[in-house]
């Protein structure tokens, strides 16, 4: 029997040290459950580092067995590889150069390339060890863009898909990189690369054959007689999760306690991972403007602002929380009042049921990337509008943008006509909100995370029997 061999850096858990074991929570996250289906069933697994460093044996065993029986497999890195291959090579290199930050954020290190590649080989030699002919292995993002590469030149017929979250960028920013053509080399072992948007997967394209000697003819590469396919897939949620939350008593109760504390207000809601490619300081210059231009505001709205700690080795991420943390203590000292603080800052991670109520209480979503493969928040605000009103404010630089074409369009890097944005949804009347709502969530509810990955699935089938056809030709 064949199986299913999803491959990320990251394993969907969270692991922690309680009482001498080791406790293991599943991740909420949108990927978690959308291959929840996949990887539970029959003997397929999923691989990834667990998250946390385990340098004993022993321990490294009794995780491994706890994993196992939840399919999943863990690939240990040390504290080494992590500094070189994921903050440095994956987070310092591939994150800004993909995101459109140029040289000021990359950091060219050979001996991040070094840790990249060996990081690589170290997850082929663990699903080579679990890998059989006739398996299909689904590997994820950018920290691994090698892999398909390397468990193609082991086993050669083996059917492999690659799905990219993060955007892939024009050939004239992908081309700064050193090691640009392994990169490339390597996401070409696939049989299926999939993206978020069309543009990506033309980006993709383009840099493949600008680079290399390989041909194309429409959205299909063909290395060395293989034709490898390139799409685009735009990643869905778990909608029916985010609706069916906004009904349990708990998210309801803290639902009427928002509703309460903000009554005569409007609550404009944001939260994002702490990330310069997220647009947080470009965000806080728009509310400010909107303050000082429209006094009229003032005490009738509050930004509640979420921002979840990330990557906080990587000395960018330290700079721009600073950053953050001084911008919105000097919105808040000019223009608070006694009984209004106009943004609400928080620098830590919520319970999803404490998401599901300021999603379903909040008046407007502000979600303003300056580059984002698809952003999912913006989804979840979708999902759980029930009552189908709000206002979605978007960045065009989010692949969500290309789908959730009814929210408030905007351009992160306007200063100007964010504010105005804001102004033109704080006072949308209600009928125009739903018209827009309606059909958002008619297509968040239809591009679901299950149509995502039952496509993309179906897809990397759709390719091996094509490329078995060409064989027996
Ligand atoms: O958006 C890309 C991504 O890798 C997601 O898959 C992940 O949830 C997020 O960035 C955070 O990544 P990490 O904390 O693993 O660096």
């Not at 004239?172 to 299926?192: K, Q, S, T, V």
């Not at 997220?278 to 231009?293: D, P, S, V």
């Not at 009984?339 to 502000?366: G, K, M, Q, V």
Request: proline share 4%.
């Amino acid at each position: 029997m064949s199986k299913t061999i999803i491959v990320s850096n990251r394993l969907p858990v969270k692991i922690y040290e309680d009482d001498g074991g080791f406790n293991i929570v599943t991740s909420e996250g949108g990927l978690a459950t959308g291959l929840g289906s996949v990887y539970r069933s029959g003997d397929n697994v999923w691989l990834g580092w667990p998250g946390i460093e385990v340098t004993d044996e022993a321990q490294q065993e009794q995780v491994k067995q706890k994993l196992a029986e939840k399919s999943l497999v863990p690939v240990f890195l040390s504290a080494d590889e992590i500094s070189g291959y994921y903050e440095g090579f994956s987070n310092e290199i591939l994150w800004p150069i993909f995101h459109y930050y140029a040289s000021t954020y990359s950091n060219y290190k050979q001996s991040n390339w070094e840790y990249y590649s060996a990081v690589n080989k170290k997850f082929m030699a663990a699903v080579m060890q679990i890998a059989e002919p006739g398996d299909t292995i689904w590997i994820h993002d950018y920290q691994l863009l090698l892999l398909p590469g390397l468990i193609r030149a082991e086993q050669p017929d083996v059917s492999i898909g690659f799905f990219l979250h993060i955007p892939f960028p024009s050939f004239e920013m992908f081309r700064l990189i050193p090691w640009r053509n392994e990169l490339i080399e390597g996401m070409l072992g696939a049989d299926l690369v999939g993206f978020h948007t069309f543009d990506d997967a033309s980006h993709f394209i383009t840099a493949a054959t600008r680079l290399l000697p390989y041909n194309s003819t429409s959205n299909v590469i063909t290395v060395d007689d293989r034709p490898v396919v390139v799409e685009s897939f735009p990643m869905g949620i778990d909608d029916e999760k985010y609706a069916a939350l906004t009904t349990t008593d708990r998210v309801k109760q803290e639902a009427e306690h928002l509703k309460e504390t903000f009554k005569d207000k409007k609550l404009i809601l944001c939260i994002d991972r702490l990330d310069y490619s997220k647009g947080i300081l470009q965000r806080l210059q728009a509310f400010e403007m909107l303050l000082e231009a429209h006094p009229e505001y003032r005490e009738k709205v509050v930004l509640h602002m979420i921002v979840v700690p990330s990557r906080d080795n990587v000395p960018q991420y330290k700079e721009l929380k600073e950053n953050i943390d001084r911008k919105v203590g000097d919105i808040n000292a000019r223009h608070r009042t006694i009984e209004w603080s106009p943004i609400n800052y928080f620098y830590r991670a919520f319970p999803i049921e404490t998401l599901s109520a300021l999603y379903h209480t909040a008046d407007i979503c502000l979600v303003t990337p300056m580059r984002d493969g698809m952003n999912l928040v913006s989804k979840e605000y979708v999902a759980s509008r029930t009552q189908e009103t709000g206002v979605l404010i978007l960045s065009e630089m989010a692949g969500a943008s290309k789908e959730l074409i009814d929210a408030i369009i905007v351009n992160p890097s306007n200063i100007n006509s964010m504010a105005k944005a804001m102004v033109k949804a704080l006072s949308m009347p209600v009928f125009e909100q739903r018209r827009r709502m309606k059909l958002m969530r008619q297509v968040v509810s239809k591009f679901n995370i299950k149509h995502w990955v039952r496509i993309f699935m179906e897809r990397i089938r759709e390719v091996k029997q094509m490329q078995q056809s060409m064989r027996s030709r």
